[in-house]
């Protein structure tokens, strides 16, 4: 729930999250490590069944709410592309050419894929330990403060969060 820009009236979104029966965690060795510089993130979304990808943003929020802005979504009242599937992996190492661009080639129906660099700064979540805590991809719908229309269709059907210590592993 949200308080839209203008007006005091609250407003909801709603996303189908489809989670696995079971889930795994797993550290690598050693363990526990602290993220620092030479500590590569991996963070994987794949979003389907979705009526528009243009105002949909995306962050990793860690244990302490340090929050790294993996791509905020364009202006939500212009929408340039009405994809509808979304495989998207932002990674800190090595470092991709360039960020998610929401619009490819001006727009359309384009699914969005491919490795990512994020536009935050991952040196907030440096002296963290990846073992504790609640790590959280967070997507936030854009639009539906704006229109008030209701929730737009989609599923979140995969999120990953990994993290390599690039000392010790390479």
Not at 82 to 106: S, V
């Amino acid at each position: 729930k949200g308080i839209g820009g203008c007006s005091s009236e609250t407003v909801s979104d709603t996303m189908k999250l489809l989670i696995a029966s079971e889930l795994l965690v797993a550290v690598g060795t050693p363990a526990p490590f602290i993220v620092g510089p030479n500590t590569n993130i991996n963070v994987k979304i794949q979003v389907e069944d979705r009526n528009y990808l243009t105002d949909l943003s995306y962050y990793l929020v860690s244990p302490d709410d340090s929050t790294v802005i993996l791509k905020e979504a364009y202006n939500p009242l212009s929408y340039c592309n009405w994809g509808e599937q979304a495989d998207l992996d932002f990674t800190r190492f090595p470092e991709p050419a360039d960020t998610l661009d929401l619009c490819p080639g001006g727009g359309g129906y384009i699914n969005l894929s491919g490795i990512f660099k994020a536009t935050g700064d991952w040196a907030g979540l440096h002296g963290q330990d990846p073992a504790n805590g609640i790590w959280k991809i967070v997507l936030k719908d854009g639009a539906d403060f704006i229109y008030k229309a209701g929730p737009d269709d989609g599923q979140i059907t995969y999120a990953s969060i990994e993290f390599t210590d690039t000392n010790i592993d390479g």
